[in-house]
């Protein structure tokens, strides 16, 4: 069980593309779910948190506006990078939470690996 | 800032051992600790969970300890085996309002021997 996809693993594209990346809670809901983005030899750093139904709360220094974030269903968000630029290339992974208790642990999907040429 | 540590990263046990991966944190803010284990071009699996209110949490061959007063955490892995070779990673998050903000170490790399 608790079985999280994201997609697509890979993505290549040109600078100025927006890319959109799925991630999908396929055996349980959540109205909460994490994206975060590892840089070279460092750990997952957290970018946002999506709120199903509502905005989502963005950490220090992530920009809203580059990162699009949609939690349209209890099973489903979406992260947006919009004009994406080589700075942008990165891993993306996306985690989901069983919404029982707040002491639920995260799962997460396998990860998107973002180049932009 | 490196609010989660993990001083060690890689560590090798032979098979049928004791492996013991430590994890030191500085927010006295957090609430719950998990570890994770990932292989490669996976995502980190979920492992095991602890919350402050408590000091050992025991899950099969899984143990993990938590020394608040130390802020330092230990996963233990008996007896190891060769499918555990793996890249574990701790995680520690306050809990406020229901919200987790989760915050990674760097990993350790176990590899268990024949």
């Known amino acids: 069980g608790a079985v999280v996809s994201q997609h697509p693993s890979r993505v290549i594209c040109k600078s100025g593309t927006s890319v959109k990346i799925e991630c999908r809670s396929l055996d349980f809901q959540a109205t909460t779910m994490f994206w975060y983005r590892q840089f070279p030899k460092q750990s997952l750093m957290l970018m946002a948190t999506?709120?199903?139904?509502?905005?989502?709360?963005?950490e220090q220094g992530v920009e809203k506006d580059k990162f699009l974030i949609n939690h349209a269903s209890l099973t489903l968000s979406t992260l947006t990078v919009t004009s994406a630029h080589p700075e942008d290339s990165s891993f993306y992974i996306c985690?989901?939470?069983?919404?029982?208790?707040?002491?639920?642990?995260?799962?997460f999907g396998d990860g998107t690996r973002l180049s932009i040429l | 800032d490196q609010q989660v540590k993990q001083n060690s990263p890689s560590l090798s046990v032979q098979e049928g051992r004791i492996s013991i991966l430590n994890c030191d944190y500085t927010n006295s803010m957090f609430d719950y600790f998990l570890w994770y284990k990932k292989y490669p071009a996976e995502g980190p699996t979920f492992l095991i969970s602890i919350s402050s209110i408590k000091d050992k949490n025991e899950d099969g061959r899984f143990t993990v300890f938590l020394n608040k007063s130390a802020k330092h955490l230990s996963l233990h892995i008996v007896p190891s085996q060769p499918g555990d070779s793996a890249v574990y990673f701790c995680?520690?998050?306050?809990?406020?309002?229901?919200?987790?903000?989760?915050?990674f170490g760097q990993g350790t790399r176990l590899t268990i021997n024949p």
């Open positions: 999506s709120n199903e139904g509502s905005k989502a709360t963005y």
């Open positions: 995680a520690a998050s306050p809990i406020i309002q229901g919200a987790q903000k989760l915050v």
């Open positions: 985690s989901a939470r069983e919404d029982r208790n707040s002491l639920q642990p995260q799962h």
